[in-house]
């Protein structure tokens, strides 16, 4: 076999980038975060963090708690239950359950320290991320609160996103739009309350009503495209936020769809999952100096968003899931090639081999923008989600020989 | 005279800077723009083009509308009164008028080509843009009817913005903060009403309180600094929004106190203006590459905006106004130093000599990001607006020696 072959093609390979995944979330990540990142004075966790992990933000997102402590706690529940993963992850949900209420139920965006409210936002993503720590939390410690807490807010998210005219609009009803976002995290909210709760047809309903909409109305084939945002009936709109496209976001509904075909061993979710990663990858990656593009535009028009040709940490940590995923699925070797390629150029550039971690934000040619390894939007979540994810895969697969279909 | 002198210091180098400003305005950018721009068939200006004009996207700016309005009627009043100038204006003026309010008199953000509104938002910027369209329109014509309009949305624009609790929140009361931009849209939008009324009492009482709110409140010479958003009593507040610099806009209020200075023959004023443009200049200006950065920390930490370090087109048309005036008004020669370094900075790396006009996004190291000319930001307005400034100011200057201060 030729040295340039793909790691996940061989066995040595494949055990080499379980080592490199492992070792990278228990040894750099999960050190960079924990313990300092643990909030002893008010509880939860302070996420705004410079290069070497100094705090230049006490502020709180309410994500970033939800999101870390359910981190915390799929590790305690899928590799090894040490307590202090779940006192920090207890931690977290307790701040959440303490402060990040509103007083109408639905939670908060961005609070201070002390649990204070800054911002509420229009949308319900907090409530999604809080059911998964719960989910997590439950089926660690068997807690009916927050088993019900979980199913609660799921109900919460799914209700406030699908129910036409609850959440207060954006916009005018002048041009009424959708987007691939709720669908997305309804599927994996629901994937992660059936792992934990398990096959309840509500979940089931969740999963196949938003994955039937993104087949219907968000992936374009004659296009080679899955859209961010259609009108309700899924047609596009040729203006700038129509045409708008995230490829690493489709690049993580792909996974997310790869992962309930694996479930429910399903050719037709192989199928679609691979088509939207095929056509994103072709729209994302840039040729010149390699990595994923932020944003595109639909007809390469011009995008208006300032950002759109920086490559952010997450879109590289979804598609090194999702290649890896396809392959593991199909065996064709076209996903291995893509993997080592977006695993290389992750590693290569957002790495921070001096403090660990990696660095959120590039130049289109791969130098950092910024020494910030948290803030709002960067936590402890989408580069260890995708070591636990990979090593957890290649656990399982490690010594199967695929057979690439392109040469059965 | 060495060959390096400052083109400002010379009376050759003023008639040189007076025709690239003079024939730039007439012959490039305003043609870049008309009379392609002007939608023959719904009235005002389809502003959305790239690089070579083409309309990218058909909605309409509002802001958009009343500044490129301002902005022909600006020339129309001081230049000359080309029929063409006057009569775009009025169909700019005249879509504001038709499509453009909503129901409570508030205007709106973001309309479709036809009119439609897509997009209300809480603050009041396009009524002061509306505003000054209505008073130079009034000056061209002698309107009473876009006399009384132009003091209306004055008077709107200052209410809603000043009158606590009037304008629905972007966050809870927890963290109050006030920003430096309606201050300074304030004062320059009464200094358009001013040149086109007269000297009004509100005029003044507007620019005097403004300009003593940026003085005591935003103003921090300890920190050599102006801050973009302050507690409501110049407090400032430790996290990534509280510590936001935006130097481009500072150095934008900085020439807009040094007009006033210019009108009040003030040397308090003149100091204030240039005291804001020495600490943003040296604050914002990028040593490595040139330009002026968009964002800046207080205390030079990690900046959570992901376009901190690009290089956008209006912070250098502003800078370019500010080092002129400040050194027509202090004989300085670092001000014609400064003003030639950003001149010769911007006009190398934004200018499109294929097409016109200029480029609006950079990357940090003067690349262009995008081919982007207009969009719901970038119309027909800082870029013309400071070509206009500069080239009115060497009309009144070409002819006079200034001497430097420090050699004085």
Known sequence: MSSTAPLLTTAEGRAELLKCYRDGLLEDTLRFWFPRCVDAEH?????????????????????AQGR?????????????????????????IDFLE?????????????????GRPIRKRRYAYSEAFTAIAHAAYARATGSEESMAKAIWLFEHFTRWNFTPG????KSTDVRPMIGLAPRMIAIVTAQELRDCFGMEPRFQEWIFRCINEIDRLFVKRDLGVVMESVRPDGGIEDHFDGRLLNPGHAIEGAWFILREAAFQNSGWLVRLGCQMLDCMWERGWDAEHGGLFYFRDLHNRPVQEYWHEMKFWWPHNEAIIATMLAYVLTGDVKYARWHQQVHDWAHRHFADPEHGEWFGYLNRDGRPSSTLKGNLWKSCFHHPRMQCCCWGLLERFQNTNLQDPNTR
Chains 1, 2 share one sequence.
Do not use: I, Q
């Open 43 to 63: 509880g939860g966790f302070l996420h705004c963090v410079d290069r070497d992990g100094t705090v230049v933000d006490t502020d709180k997102s309410v994500w």
């Open 166 to 169: 609850l959440m207060p609009p």
């Open 98 to 114: 303490r402060h990040c209420y509103d007083t109408d139920g639905r939670m908060f965006f961005h609070v201070t320290r002390d």
């Open 68 to 92: 870390m402590s359910w981190m915390l706690l799929s590790l305690y529940n899928g590799y090894e239950a040490r307590p202090e993963w779940l006192a920090w992850a207890k931690g977290g």
